[in-house]
T-cell receptor, first 116, second 114 residues
Framework: EPEVTQTPSHQVTQMGQEVILRCVPI?????FYWYRQILGQKVEFLVS????????KSEIFDDQFSVERPDGSNFTLKIRSTKLEDSAMYFC??????????????FGNGTRLTVT | GESVGLHLPTLSVQEGDNSIINCAYS??????FIWYKQESGKGPQFIID?????DKRQGQRVTVLLNKTVKHLSLQIAATQPGDSAVYFC???FGQGGSEKLVFGKGTKLTVNP
């Protein structure tokens, strides 16, 4: 069964450093997302991406965050200057169609980001 | 406001019993709901979904019930197995306004005792 893959599984970085989290969505999917989960808390929406542009973003997704689809297979999340509170699990997801059209999201296994 | 919550944070059942996990949602505009299972160290795994024009949907060993009158969603797992032990999240899509995001509940931890 096709799956969303994320790398690395664990990233440790120092406060103020830039990190790039990478994702390979399911190949025939057109909609891409990033969510995060702080330890023991809910899964929170960050951003959705379609047709090479951001379609929706949350209040969490400030100017320190950016997303990119640099080629036909990868989808990346960049945090420009990491803060301690950015420590969380970051999940990439993709869907064949829009959630609005009742298309479920399929998630990767996440990247655990630890900011020290 | 955005509020998707769960009545029970933990649920412990015996292997072979049926499990029922509940979820309350507050946004009457929500028109699509999904149940996810999250095992330790893994991402949310899609289990089953339901649209707001339905009140019941069945999958393999799982059934989702939707009661729009009281804004309640439940996941029933038949003949629960040790492999079902995980945290279960409900998620909703508000639909109206063109929102693409899913809003997740807090999660219920299901423990299956052998």
């Amino acid at each position: 069964e096709p799956e969303v893959t994320q790398t690395p599984s664990h990233q440790v970085t120092q406060m103020g450093q830039e990190v790039i989290l990478r994702c390979v969505p399911i190949s025939n999917h057109l909609y891409f997302y990033w969510y995060r989960q702080i330890l023991g808390q809910k899964v929170e929406f960050l951003v959705s991406f379609y047709n090479n542009e951001i379609s929706e973003k949350s209040e969490i997704f400030d100017d320190q965050f950016s997303v990119e689809r640099p080629d036909g297979s990868n989808f990346t999340l960049k945090i420009r200057s990491t803060k301690l509170e950015d420590s969380a699990m970051y999940f990439c997801a993709s869907s064949e169609n829009a959630v609005l059209n009742n298309s479920p999201l399929h998630f990767g296994n996440g990247t655990r980001l630890t900011v020290t | 406001g955005e509020s998707v919550g769960l009545h029970l944070p933990t649920l412990s059942v015996q292997e072979g019993d049926n499990s029922i996990i509940n979820c309350a949602y507050s946004n009457s505009a929500s028109d699509y709901f999904i149940w996810y299972k999250q095992e330790s160290g893994k991402g949310p795994q899609f289990i089953i979904d339901i649209r707001s024009n339905m009140d019941k949907r069945q999958g393999q060993r799982v059934t989702v019930l939707l009661n729009k009158t009281v804004k309640h969603l439940s996941l029933q797992i038949a003949a629960t197995q040790p492999g079902d032990s995980a945290v279960y999240f409900c998620a909703e899509n508000f639909g109206q306004g063109g929102s693409e995001k899913l809003v997740f509940g807090k999660g219920t931890k299901l423990t299956v005792n052998p």
